[in-house]
Structure formats: C-alpha cells, structure tokens
C-alpha cells in the first residue's frame, strides 16, 4: 500500500509529464478551427473533381451499392437514406432526405441525379415534398456519368465514419458538374454559390482548354454566354458585368421574368431562379389593395403539369402601356432578382478558394485525365491479365497430345508441363483448369481470334498511356459523345442590349417629395419637399435628432430595432407631421423600452450590412426586408447584445466595411467577406474578447481614396486618411488595431463620418 502511495506521489509531483497544458483561449481557438474545416471540406462546400457536397456524394454512392441504377426498379426513399445513415453519412435524417430531394428536383438541377416516384416539391414550393415512406427513387442516367469505372482504380477512398467500410473521396465525374449543375452553401465564415450552366457549352469551353490550355477568359466567354438556370428566366446583366463575374469569380447576375402579351392580357412564362409564384401574386395583389395597380384588373395563376410558371394579369384600361406595367413589376416584385455569384470551392489541393472559370476547368479537367489514366491503365492490366491466359491456352493446342499424355501417365506432371510448354504458374493453373469442350478445334479459333483482338486492344492503350496528346484526345472524344447525348438548348435567355431599367420607368402615382426625420426616442416626423432646415427642428423634451431621409411619397420605410427585428412603414402612413410627429409604436407592436437603430427606404435595390454590438453580422438583400406583420420580422439574432448597428452597401461595388469598438480598437475588411443571409446570428466581423464590456460603436462602408473623420463635440474636428486607413485592413477575426490616443479624447462625445 505504501508503495502505492509513494508512486502515485511521485506522479502528481511530476505531473506537467503527464498532463497537457493550453490556455483556454489556445484550446478553444484551436476547437473552433477544426470545427470550422470539418463544415468547410466536409459538410458545406463543393468540390471541383465532382461539383458535390459529401452528402450528395455519399447519396448517389449509396444508392448505386444498392443497385438503384436507371434501369432498376424504383425503391423506397426510406430504405435509401437508411442505408446513407447508418453507412456513410451519421447525421438527421430530415437533412439528409432534404438533400436527396434537392437531387431529384429539375427546378433546382439542370441536371437531376436523382429520378423520383410521388411527390418531390414544385417549383413553387420545394420543400412541400411527401416524407420519405411514401416516395421511391432510382439513379438517374445523368448519374451514370459519375459512376462509370468507379470500381477501376479511378479515385481516393477513405475509411468510413465508424471504419468499417471504404467510401469515395469523390466521384470519377465524366463532365465539370461543379459548373454545369452549380452549387450553393454557407460554411464557417465563407460560402458558395455557384450557378449552372448550360452542358452544351461547357463541354465545348473544356474542349477548348485542352486544345489551348493558354487560352484567355475571353475566349472561354466567346463560348460561354451566362449562367443557364433551369427554371429559365432572362439574364439583363451588361456583358461588362458577366465578364467581371467569370474573371473574379463572384458578382451578381441580374434575372428577370420572361412574358408575352395578348390584347389587355399579359402572361409571364418563366421566374428568376427560386422565385415563387404564390409569393409573386401576394407581391402584385397587396399593391392593388393598397390602390397602387389600379390598372390591373385582376391577376390569376393558370400554372399546371405542362406549363408550370403561367401567370395571367388582366388589364384594365389604355392608361400604360404592357411594357409600362411590367417595368414597374419588375421593380417591386420577385420578378427581377439579383443571382448572387461566389465560385469558392475545394480545389484539387484540398483547400477552399474562389475560383474564375478558367481556373475551375482547368483543375477539372487535370483531375478527369488522371482518374483516365488510372481507369485505362486498370483495364490494361486485366487485359493483360488476359492475354498471359490465352498465351498459355495457344501454346497448349500445339502440344495438347502431349500434354494430355502426360496427364494421363505421371503422377506430378506440373514441372514437366510447364517446361514443355514454357508455362508460368498461373499459366499452369489455368491449363489444368480447361474445360473438355474447351479443347474443340472451333473453341481453338476463337481464342485466337480472342487473343488477336486483345492484342491490338493492348496496343492502342499503350499508345494513350504513353502519350498525353492522345490521353487528351480520349477525354474529348468521350466529351463530345456525352454532349451528344445530354446536351440541350440554353433555358435562360441572355439579353445585354436595349434593356430599359426597372428604376428608370415607374407608374405615375401622382408622387411628391418627402423628408422623414426620426428621433432618439421613436418619433417620426413627415415634412414636404427635400429643403428641410434640421436645425429648425424642435422635438419633445428630453428627445432628440437621430436620422432622416429624403424619400418619395411612394416609398416604403424600413426600420430595425435594438432586438433584431425589421419593420416596414407603408407610403399610406407618409402624413404631412404635426407638432412632435407620431410614435413609431402607434404603427408597430414594440416592446417597452425599444430603440430603433436605423431607418432606411425600401423602395432601394441596396442590401443592408448587419452587425451586432458584440462583433457578429451578415448581409441581407432587398428582398428579404419584407415585414408584413405590425409586430415585425425577426432577422438577427442578437442574444445578450443592446443593439445593432444596419448600414447601406453596394455588394457589387462596395470594397470594404469599417468596424470602431468601445475599446478604441478598429479593424477594417472584405465586405465580399461577408455571407449574405436572410437571417440569423452571422458571422465574426472583428475579434472582442468574450469576458469584456467592450462592445461595437461604428459601422461604416469604406471605399478606396475616402477618409474617417472624428467629429468631437465642442472642438474641431481629425481626419485619418485612406493612407493612415490602410494598416487597419487585416482578416475580420483578429483584434483590430488600437486608434492612435490623438484621435481618441477623453471624456468628449465622438461622431464618425466616412467621406
């Protein structure tokens, strides 16, 4: 027992041996980093070998194991995705069956994997799909392209979750998916979308890199002419515009509704990708209801089986023109959206990158020549394997007498054949394995003729293993038969000419100018024109000026309060103000005490930046502003923080955001950094430690040549230039950097202004 004691003591003595020490901050760091590339490469981002996500992956794998191919009968999904489940991916079941119906959806994949039985979605609502025991599915053929030579040495694989089974690093894809199918995700701290394209011309765009591997963008885009969404659409984007998409490998691609019209009718045949009709008709019915279309008579959908976006608007009257109405539509409704572009990928280094297009078939098809020559030298071998065989069964008809003569006689006879024949073991076995009916004068031609063919076969794979010109001439070959065979016309429309801008055309409303003015406190105030002295403005007592905006009578305002949610004030409510104004809770259910902390128009096609008081943020778009409720609509979640901090950008212009604390410190960054979401917590936009006070007091959008100016109250203003600006710019999880003491007084109230 002492001796127990003794060594148990002499081991806490000397524990720092046996223990491993890192601070909290070191260990939750180094967590938080495997978590985050754990989601980047194995949850959320596609890879350029295949264009799929793991779970796609492992769906399509599972299902060919269970010989779920085009040709098989269909089988239960549940059976399916229980097979994913307990082999390949050990995540929910609703997820994982979601991604599968994705998969099977032709308004959400130019190409489906994935073919279906029951009920999978409509392009109106995708995700009113039937559960899982009442669908069956199969592979489709477009999966075929995916799985041929798998099992010939074509890929990595890796043990699964458990290390039972072995399943594909990637697919042997036979086309550049990541392109042609597209793919969108949000990780940690980055995401994609990436949209589809048409086959057709990304077969003949990689054929023309193996060619010319120096060619340019340009050339590539001479091929190339947009995106190619399923659900059809016509792109509006200015050639300049798809071009800076495809060299700098994110941007927008502006998308409109297609329509055709008939007297007083006017029928809209297709929706930007992901926008749904119902939504679309609440759009345009609560603007007849709040007297804003009275020239629309009435607005129907005819949508069925054949014809699946059909919406009818009738007009009344000869006031504007169909033209007129459509620009206003376009305008104000979902049927024109801007398509967010942000190639990033897992590359063939393993690492996530944006990537231009030239890039993106480049890798695919350094990938694609590799996994051949892995299928076509597994082929040589067993064809070669072969041939020894037959080899042996020639050399056999010339001494067959003697060789079944010595079968007949001796009682070892392996040696003395193998040296009569100049066999090699598994020569030998084979021989010995023939069959009687093998030896007929008929099956001895054949072989012959069988040996002969493989020959010649053996040649002409040698001759592609050998050269790479002659590698690269397979891989177009096999190309343009699958062109051939899946290729289809373009569903989107390209047009970059003559288009009149949804902005610049409005229906006349008889609409005037107006300047709202909000409080500290939550009151507004309505005043005529945009000459509007703020000095003159009175407000109660113990209230103050916090903002304005010049809008017009027809706008809509949006608001976002302390808590993270968004409100929308209708043109109606524009009254010309009397007296203090009105409070905002008089159009909207507020809780006691909230402040608001900003207001904005959203009649504007700017997104909104997001950002929380303790650091975290995102980026919402237009369209996901819409708040019918008076009690608002949540979009941020903001947990213990006090407030948020909104502020107009530009996605496609916009460079950089700009970031102050509590603390003094200040960091600025990428706004193409940010993921735009339609709610949520959002993303670290600067580092502030978790146990302090310290908390945001800045938000701003910062551009190349513009300057911070520090407006102290009482005393003149500083400046810090754009070239002071610089040495702030650094990745949005560090710290930031401590704002110099001379521009940090003590005890005196400090404004920012970028200008």
């Not at 959206?337 to 078939?361: A, E, F, T, W, Y």
């Not at 010595?406 to 020569?427: G, Y």
Request: charged share 25%.
């Amino acid at each position: 027992m002492n001796k127990k004691k003794t060594k148990l003591e002499e081991i806490i003595k000397d524990k720092d041996n046996y223990i491993e020490r890192s601070s909290l901050g070191q260990f939750s760091e180094q967590a938080y980093l495997n978590y985050s590339m754990y989601v980047i490469l194995d949850r959320a981002l596609p890879s350029v070998t295949d264009g799929l996500k793991p779970v796609q992956r492992r769906i399509i794998y599972a299902m060919n194991e269970l010989g779920l191919n085009n040709k098989a009968k269909f089988k239960k999904s549940a059976r399916t995705i229980g097979d994913v489940l307990g082999k390949y991916h050990p995540h929910g079941d609703s997820a994982c069956y979601e991604a599968m119906v994705m998969l099977a959806q032709d308004f959400s994949y130019n190409y489906p994997f994935v073919e279906g039985q029951g009920n999978w979605g409509t392009q109106d609502d995708p995700k009113s799909f039937a559960a899982m025991r009442y669908t069956e599915s199969r592979l489709t053929k477009y999966s075929d392209l995916f799985l041929n030579g798998i099992e010939k040495n074509t890929v990595e694989w890796s043990n699964n979750f458990d290390g039972t089974l072995l399943e594909p690093k990637q697919l042997p894809a036979s086309v550049p998916n990541i392109v042609i199918n597209g793919s969108s995700g949000i990780a940690v701290g980055m995401s994609t979308d990436i949209p589809s394209h048409n086959l057709t011309e990304i077969i003949d765009s990689t054929i023309l890199l193996i060619d010319k591997p120096r060619s340019n963008i340009s050339d590539i885009l001479g091929i190339i002419k947009g995106p190619d969404f399923s659900t059809g659409g016509e792109i509006i984007s200015t050639e300049s515009d798809i071009v800076s998409i495809y060299e700098n490998g994110y941007g927008n691609v502006k998308l409109r509704a297609t329509y055709s019209t008939s007297g007083k009718n006017i029928f809209i045949e297709s929706l930007p990708y992901q926008s749904h009709t119902t939504k679309i008709i609440e759009q345009i019915q609560d603007q007849i209801s709040n007297k804003k279309l009275s020239f629309i008579e009435n607005i129907f959908d005819d949508s069925d089986q054949e014809n699946p976006v059909r919406i009818i608007i009738k007009i009344r009257g000869r006031s504007h023109s169909p033209s007129e109405i459509m620009s206003h539509l376009f305008y104000s409704t979902d049927l024109e959206k801007n398509i967010r572009v942000n190639m990033n990928i897992i590359g063939l280094d393993n690492k996530p990158s944006v990537k231009n297009i030239h890039q993106i078939l480049s890798e695919w098809i350094n990938f694609r020549l590799n996994s051949l020559k892995k299928m076509l030298q597994w082929e040589l071998n067993k064809l070669q394997e072969r041939i020894h065989i037959l080899e042996a069964y020639v050399v056999v008809f010339r001494y067959l007498d003697k060789v079944i003569h010595l079968i007949r006689t001796v009682d070892n006879p392996k040696k003395k054949i193998m040296t009569l024949c100049k066999l090699t073991e598994k020569q030998y076995e084979a021989i010995i394995n023939m069959r009687i009916r093998s030896l007929a004068k008929l099956q001895e031609i054949n072989i012959k003729q069988e040996l002969k063919d493989l020959q010649n076969k053996e040649k002409d794979l040698l001759q592609i293993l050998k050269s790479q010109t002659r590698l690269k001439t397979y891989l177009k070959k096999e190309l343009k038969n699958i062109k051939e065979e899946f290729g289809k016309s373009r569903s989107t429309k390209i047009n970059d000419k003559n288009i009149v801008s949804s902005n610049e055309i409005k229906i006349s409303v008889a609409v005037s100018d107006i300047t709202s003015i909000l409080s500290s406190n939550g009151w507004i105030k309505f005043y005529r024109g945009h000459e509007v002295n703020l000095q003159n403005i009175k407000f109660k007592t113990g209230d103050s000026y916090y903002g304005h905006l010049k809008i017009k009578s027809n706008d809509t305002l949006v608001f976002f309060d302390q808590n993270g949610f968004v409100y929308n004030m209708s043109s109606e409510n524009h009254q010309v103000s009397r007296g203090d104004g009105e409070p905002l809770s008089k159009f909207f259910t507020l809780q006691d005490g909230t402040r608001m902390m900003g207001m904005f128009n959203h009649s504007s096609k700017d997104s909104i930046l997001l950002c929380s008081d303790k650091g975290y943020g995102f980026i919402i778009v237009h369209d996901e502003l819409n708040a019918r409720s008076k009690k608002g609509k949540k979009i941020m979640n903001v947990g213990k923080s006090q407030n948020i901090y909104p502020v107009v950008t530009d996605v496609e212009s916009d460079l950089h955001y700009l970031i102050i604390t509590s603390a003094g410190y200040m960091l600025i960054d990428k706004i193409s950094q940010i993921p735009i979401m339609s709610k949520g917590k959002g993303i670290k936009l600067i580092n502030i430690p978790k146990a302090s006070d310290e908390t945001i007091i800045y938000l701003g959008v910062l551009n190349p040549g513009q300057e911070l100016e520090f407006n102290y109250t009482g005393k003149r203003s500083r400046l810090m230039t754009s070239n002071d600006l610089e040495r702030f710019i650094m990745a949005r999880t560090r710290r930031g950097r401590k704002i110099d003491k001379k521009f940090l007084l003590e005890k005196v109230k400090t404004t920012y202004n970028i200008k």
